[in-house]
Each structure stands twice: as structure tokens, then as C-alpha cells.
């Protein structure tokens, strides 16, 4: 058994990622600051300590002991990004830095930091892989990318084992349709649930490439376990691009076109070879059938 720290533990992708190591044995430590998440996400057999990784002094001594740091924490809200570029930056940059240094201190193995797809450009290049583009279209996208430089600059500096996954649109329990930044699928069900119709940015040719959350679990616990220790990024995606209008017809209902918004690319697909190869890794649950049990969880079949 080892212990372990999850920061943004109590979010979407945290609480999974919690449930998996708790599953696996492991004593866990939550660190978050319930900006974003919920406590009832949290696992009852986790260890809660409400705190913000802005705070060095307080996340640091919760450092101590652990073997490994899933780094999670952050503001993923693309527009709000755009809107209050300086807060979100402290978040994900800053909070980031404390996250490595903290563990640096601490004596902590390995951090394995969640990084994002919003690091790349938006290209008509597709699959993209790690050696695509970086040329973000949001700040959010940009603090992502100046995260997973630091992991690099800690490893080679400090010898602190880093991973940095990018992942891709991470769907299914848990993801609300209001609070952090939405992703259409939880929108389109609410939307069906009161009966209104589906609201589609654009033309709904955009595309993006979603993954399952609790496969972006497992990806975490082989990163962990993996030999890659120097920073590099893996893409965490299914390989597949579906288009908005493909995910309003699994759901079903009436659709109304909105103007497009900024800061986002217009298609996405992953490549996953990486993740194959270095972590064995690859999605287990497809779209169809993710998206059929959340229908049922949110009874709008």
C-alpha cells in the first residue's frame, strides 16, 4: 500500500482517479479546495483536507510520506480563462509550481500532472500527436503547456519523476452541465431532461475526440506505475473525432444553432499510439455505449 495525493480530488476526473487507487488498496490523501468539485464526489475511504495549491505552506506537509502526487487541481474553464486571465493563471501555474516544489521538498517519487489537448493548435492535421503544434488558442491551454514545461525543467533539474497527460474530452459520471466548464454531452441531457432543445455552437461540424473517465483513471494509475519519468506528454484519447451533431443525435431531441465561440479548435482527434506503447494502455468504453448509460443515470431515455 502506498499513500498517495490527489489534488482536485473531490472534481470530475479527480474523484475517479481516487476511486480507482482506493480500489487498488492505496491510502489517499484529497487536496481540494471545493472551488469546483464536490465533497460528495470524494471516496469515504480518502483522507479530505479542504485547501487551495495556491497555499505552499498548507498542501506541502500533506506532501510528506507520499510516494506519488496525481496533480489534477486546476481552473479547466476555457472561457473564464479568456475572461480572468490573471486568477486562472495563478491557479494552473502557479499552483502547479507549488505542486512540484512541494513535492521536491517532500521527497515525493513521481507527479503525474493532467495536462490537456488545449495545448495544441488547431490544425486540420489529424491524428495529432505529442509532436504536433503547440500553439495554444486560450490561456487556459497556455497554462496547461507551461505546466508540463516546468514537469520537464523539475526532472532534468531536480530529478523528480514526471509524466504529463494530455487529455483529450474526458465524458460520463459525475461531469455536471453547469459549474466548471461544460462539455455539450452533460448540456444535451439537461437540455433533454426539461424537454428543451439542443443548443449547437455553430454548425455543429466541430469535432472532438471523448474518452471515457474512468479509462482516464486507469491512465493515471499506469503513468504512475510506468518507466516514463522525464515530463514527456501522452495523449489520453480514444482516436476517434465525433462532430456535435453526431452527439445530439445519440441523445436525441430538437436542435437550435448558436454563434460559435472563441478560443476553441474546430476538430480534434487523438493519437494514442503513445499511450499504447509507453503505458498499455487504450479506451475500453466507446462513446455509444458511455453516452447509453448516462441516459439511463439521467433518465432521459
Known amino acids: 500500500m502506498s499513500k498517495l495525493v490527489v489534488t482536485g480530488g473531490a472534481g470530475f476526473i479527480g474523484s475517479h482517479v481516487v476511486d480507482r487507487l482506493i480500489e487498488l488498496g492505496h491510502q489517499v490523501i484529497v487536496i481540494d479546495n471545493l472551488l469546483l468539485g464536490k465533497k460528495s464526489f470524494i471516496n469515504k475511504k480518502a483522507k479530505f483536507v479542504k485547501a487551495d495549491i495556491r497555499d505552499f505552506r498548507k498542501i506541502k506537509k500533506y506532501f510528506s510520506g507520499a510516494e506519488a502526487i496525481f496533480h489534477l487541481a486546476a481552473d479547466p474553464r476555457l472561457p473564464i480563462s479568456i475572461e480572468d486571465p490573471v486568477t486562472t493563471h495563478e491557479i494552473n501555474v502557479t499552483g502547479t509550481i507549488n505542486v512540484l ?7 515525493v517519487k513521481k507527479v503525474i500532472f493532467s495536462s490537456s489537448c488545449a495545448v495544441y493548435a488547431d490544425t486540420d492535421i489529424l491524428p495529432i500527436n505529442e509532436s504536433s503544434s503547440t500553439s495554444p488558442l486560450s490561456p487556459y491551454g497556455l497554462h496547461k503547456l507551461m505546466g508540463e514545461q516546468y ?14 497527460l494530455r487529455y483529450f474530452n474526458v465524458f460520463g459520471p459525475r461531469k455536471l452541465a453547469t ?3 461544460p462539455m455539450v454531452i452533460p448540456i444535451f441531457l439537461n437540455q433533454r431532461l426539461k424537454g428543451k432543445s439542443l443548443t ?16 482516464v483513471a486507469k491512465a493515471n494509475v499506469l503513468a504512475w506505475q510506468s518507466k516514463v519519468k522525464d515530463g514527456s506528454p501522452i495523449n489520453i484519447g480514444s482516436g476517434v473525432q465525433t462532430s456535435v451533431n453526431d452527439i445530439a443525435k445519440l441523445i436525441g431531441g430538437q436542435k437550435i444553432n448558436l454563434p460559435p465561440r472563441v478560443g476553441e479548435m474546430k476538430k480534434i482527434q487523438a493519437d494514442n499510439t503513445k499511450a499504447k506503447q509507453l503505458l498499455d494502455w487504450k479506451p475500453t468504453v466507446k462513446l455509444e455505449d458511455g453516452i447509453k448509460d448516462l441516459k439511463k443515470e439521467w433518465g432521459v431515455e
Do not use: Q
Open 200 to 215: 449547437v455552437v455553430g454548425d455543429g461540424t466541430a469535432t472532438r475526440d471523448y474518452v471515457y473517465v474512468t479509462d
Open 101 to 107: 516544489e512541494a513535492a521536491r521538498k517532500c521527497g
Open 179 to 181: 459549474g466548471s466548464y
Open 151 to 164: 514537469c520537464r525543467l523539475y526532472s532534468s533539474l531536480f530529478g523528480l519523476e514526471t509524466v504529463c
